[in-house]
């Protein structure tokens, strides 16, 4: 059986502004404390001329997403936004009613920029609230407390962007099970159509790993906090659709379940990572990270900026099912042959030992994650490190 991999027609964008007001303790993201006065004009001079260089890898190919994120992006006043977005507009060929979405912070946008930015273009606002107690705000660095918290979804709600996201974070220092379901009581008042639920997790390189903070919640609290919020959730009528999503009928956030799928997206900007599919294979590339270098890089005469690398074949099953496993509803099987250009008998073994485990479910042409297998996700992802068997690689037609 020959197999044909099709570079996907539809691709997401990712563009990312680095810059914060200040780097939280616990962010292991490519964000940067923001100098006095924002190089705004710089550096999208610098994207643009980073996306006129990936041209020629995606030329033809619409765009169904664009996702502002960061640092805090809403640093970018929405005229910044507005001129941006046109500059992209010119360039690229946006799908009618793509998703456009934008990571604001409250204490770093005024009430009254968030009409602004709809009218700029912005489709979807993702606001990182992370807790609406003030003590626990302090701990985690954050520079809004839980009335700016409140402001801010008000004023985002007001706006009438086509959607909105608030993100949480729960085993705070210090938290207990009723402070973690206070915090999503105030969240769910404001009926949000998505919100995203983390865990705090020390991440290495962070000021929190090389000093972790007292009072940590222990592996039981924590379980014991994600299921009762994940419960509380699913009656406020906000299923979980993804590992760490949760959203009303229509809300999913439609350019990261082009990631959870497997498809290919464009990185522009400091730090950006990309996925390219081509008829050779499947590419990853990754922008310079400081923001100074990625300006002064994109801004020269460099005829690649970044790094470029092509995926080994024994690595895809493992990245396909890394992503497509984050999702409770799954994907079609046929999905793996036609992303990965693998035949899936080639991880039949894995697939059958994970299933026979309790972490994975086949059924009606569909491959997905058990209960079990969402709660063990790293293990079970882990399966499919193991070298693959009797893989068929795709053959480019001429």
């Known amino acids: 059986m020959s197999i044909t991999l099709q570079p996907p027609s539809v691709l997401s964008l990712y563009v990312h502004l680095p810059w914060c007001k200040a780097k939280c303790p616990y962010c292991d993201f490519n964000s940067h404390v923001a100098p006095a006065t924002v190089p705004v004009e710089r550096y999208t001079a610098a994207l643009l001329a980073d996306l006129e260089r990936e041209l020629p890898w995606i030329w033809g190919r619409r765009i169904g997403s664009i996702f502002f994120g960061g640092g805090t992006p809403s640093l970018f006043p929405p005229a910044a936004i507005d001129r941006l977005l046109a500059e992209l507009r010119a360039r690229l060929r946006l799908q009618p009613g793509a998703e456009i979405s934008m990571e604001a912070n409250p204490g770093a946008i005024e009430a009254a920029a968030f009409r602004a930015y709809r009218d700029a273009g912005i ?52 938290q207990d099970l009723a402070a ?184 009606d042409g569909i491959l997905r994650p058990s209960a079990c297998g969402l709660d063990f996700y790293n293990d079970l992802c882990a399966r499919f490190l193991q070298p693959v068997r009797r893989v068929q690689r795709l053959v480019p037609q001429a």
């Open 180 to 363: 973690a379901l206070a915090d999503l009581e105030t969240a769910l008042a404001f009926a949000p159509p998505h919100l995203s639920l983390y865990q705090l997790t020390l991440e290495a390189g962070t000021p929190f790993a090389a000093q972790p903070p007292a009072q940590m919640p222990d592996a039981d609290l924590a379980a014991d906090m994600e299921l009762a919020l994940r419960e509380r959730l699913a009656t406020a009528g906000l299923p979980r659709y993804e590992i760490s999503a949760h959203a009303r009928t229509g809300h999913a956030c439609r350019h990261n379940l082009n990631y959870w799928r497997y498809g290919d997206y464009l990185g522009i900007g400091a730090g950006a990572h990309g996925k390219i599919t081509l008829p050779d294979g499947i590419w990853r590339t990754r922008k310079p990270p400081r923001p100074e270098s990625y300006m002064a890089d994109a801004l020269a005469t460099l005829p690649q900026l970044g790094e470029r690398e092509r995926v080994a074949g024994a690595e895809l099953p493992f990245e396909f099912m890394l992503n497509a496993l984050r999702l409770p509803g799954g994907v079609p099987e046929g999905l793996f042959a036609e992303r990965t250009g693998l035949a899936l008998e080639g991880i039949l073994p894995q697939l059958l030992q994970a299933e026979a485990d309790g972490l994975l479910r086949r059924q």
């Open 123 to 174: 489709t979807r606002l993702s606001l990182g609230i992370q807790s609406f107690d003030d003590d626990l705000l302090r701990v985690l660095g954050r520079i809004h407390d839980g009335a700016a918290a409140r402001r801010a979804i008000a004023a985002a709600a007001d706006a009438a962007f086509a959607s909105f996201n608030l993100d949480l974070i729960f085993a705070l220092p210090g």
